[in-house]
């Protein structure tokens, strides 16, 4: 009986777990971390702030707790190197298209035409570490990444690389004449209360940390995991930081916050949305922000429903990030994966947590299906393609039954490049959703596009009767006040064609000022850029 009872006991425990708890919790009971720290914030509001397992099993069990010290690894790259290149770039002391040897002139032997980007995106070709001695100490250590040369054209591929990050520390270290990590002290973990975050931390601290790998019969602690860091001394580019779950909060909140947290501006707004959207080379798969992960073969830690336009990062002792400005919320999840040895792959455990937590957060529907290649495409051969579900914004529309038209008198702007997918016009298919569809508005070349003159007059469309009023008539160029009377909102659906000397863009900027001065909302329905996709 005491059996049975043990046994509903534990089942009602399951059962009352959060999910997201008992994916943790399986990722301990199959040894595959010791324990976990995990704090997830959507909206202001902690959904998941908690303490899971060890913090270490060796030499002593120690119980983790939610203010255990992380080594953070390789979030160092963007927590630390990237916001302080941030700062430079805001200072006008850097640019981004820049080659290296600007600023490391022996980088090379001068001769290299990587650049600042380049680093920062991996995309320089350089190989992802070099070996390094115990003894070498940081001038050694700096000396083999500036006499790297890249294994692939800088540009061609994306090659993930510790490199990148000791040059752009060295770089804000001779730029600032001081160590990254006081300059990033000074300017972007004090302002924000980031008390628990630091490069080489104190004795003090000790107690706090979670053990790395076992190394000469100990655990590495307090002292960075990553072989050249700590051979370099501790302060680099690519590793180096601890952290705490907390700190890295007040962090994500600021990057949520376009760059101010509290009253505290760190960034100015442009220069965070500018390193965290697409910087790679439009031909390649890979989406990477300036050191910051989109959508690539590390950012398993997205999950499978926060979309395209969030970012991240992972670190090889367990650590990650993940920011979704959608839905505002983010994901911290530390887990000391390399106690007491390395070799165990916590890519699902990240996956499952982040789906699990934008479940949580009630991420919007719309943005999941914009699904990420590198997650999409998995379990198939690659290609160049960025999205496994590309639509225009006339099919996603059609998909959405056309919601936000239903009600109004709807006037379209288009022509015979305004069509769904499946072939039919975008007009008919609002038609035959039941849209009221009031009047039509033909660009240069008319409705059909065959009218190759200077002169195209008003006329009715021959399938729906529906009134066709010509904004390539005479010298008039926009729709009128009278032309506007019958509509509540207006629809632009029409493909560019990627030369300047057609006037489809003109049309589309008459319309949005004409459509403002008599109040009437205009929707964009986007299509494919001819010349870059």
Not at 82 to 92: D, Y
Not at 178 to 188: F, G, K, S, W
Not at 479 to 494: G, H
């Amino acid at each position: 009986m005491k059996r049975v009872l043990a046994a509903f006991a534990a089942a009602a425990t399951m059962a009352a777990q959060a999910p997201i708890d008992a994916v943790i919790q399986e990722a301990i009971e199959k040894k595959e971390i010791p324990g976990a720290v995990l704090l997830v914030r959507s909206n202001g509001k902690t959904l998941h702030s908690r303490a899971y397992g060890q913090r270490a099993l060796v030499p002593t069990a120690e119980r983790m707790t939610e203010d255990t010290v992380f080594d953070a690894a390789s979030l160092t790259k963007v927590v630390a190197t990237t916001s302080a290149v941030m700062k430079l770039f805001e200072a006008g002391r850097i640019r981004l298209n820049d080659k290296v040897t600007e600023y490391l002139p022996e980088f090379q032997g001068g001769t290299s035409d990587i650049t600042i980007r380049q680093l920062l995106t991996h995309f320089s070709g350089l190989r992802p570490f070099f070996e390094l001695e115990p003894e070498a100490g940081y001038a050694a250590g700096l000396k083999k990444a500036l006499t790297e040369k890249p294994t692939a054209e800088p540009g061609a591929r994306f090659l993930y690389s510790d490199i990148n990050f000791i040059l752009l520390g060295e770089i804000v270290q001779r730029l600032t004449k001081q160590t990254l990590a006081a300059y990033v002290e000074r300017e972007v973990f004090a302002p924000l209360g980031m008390k628990d975050t630091r490069f080489r931390p104190p004795a003090a601290w000790r107690a706090r940390i979670a053990p790395t790998e076992v190394v000469n019969g100990q655990p590495v602690r307090g002292v960075v995991h990553d072989e050249r860091s700590r051979y370099m001394g501790g302060i680099t580019g690519h590793a180096g930081l601890f952290t705490t779950a907390a700190d890295l909060g007040r962090f994500a909140e600021m990057m949520l916050g376009l760059g101010s947290r509290e009253g505290v501006r760190v960034f100015q707004s442009a220069t965070v949305q500018k390193f965290t959207t697409p910087q790679t080379p439009p031909d390649q798969p890979v989406l990477r922000g300036l050191g910051w992960d989109i959508d690539s073969p590390y950012s398993s830690n997205r999950g499978e429903l926060f979309a395209l336009g969030s970012y991240g990062h992972t670190g090889f002792t367990g650590t990650s990030l993940w920011i979704d400005p959608s839905s505002q919320t983010y994901v911290i999840l530390l887990a000391n994966s390399v106690h007491p040895k390395r070799g165990i792959s916590i890519v699902s455990l990240r996956g499952k947590a982040a789906t699990v937590a934008a479940l949580d957060a009630g991420v919007r529907t719309q943005n999941v299906l914009i699904t990420g290649y590198n997650e999409a495409m998995a379990g198939v051969r690659r290609t160049v393609s960025r999205n496994a579900s590309t639509q225009t914004g006339a099919d996603v529309l059609a998909q959405r039954k056309f919601e936000p038209l239903n009600g109004k008198r709807v006037g379209v702007i288009t022509n015979h490049t305004g069509l769904l997918r499946d072939g039919r016009r975008t007009i008919d298919a609002m038609r035959a959703a039941g849209v009221n569809v009031t009047a039509l508005f033909s660009p240069e070349h008319g409705i059909a596009g065959l009218d190759d003159k200077e002169d195209i007059g008003h006329g009715r469309d021959p399938s729906t009767g529906l009134p066709v009023f010509s904004l390539y008539e005479g010298k008039n160029r926009r729709p009128s006040e009278d032309m506007l009377r019958n509509a509540d909102l207006l629809v632009f659906d029409i493909q560019d064609i990627g030369t300047r000397f057609y006037t489809y863009v003109c049309t589309m900027k008459n319309t949005m000022e004409e459509a403002a001065k008599a109040g009437l909302p205009l929707i964009v329905l986007d299509r494919p850029n001819p010349l870059t996709g």
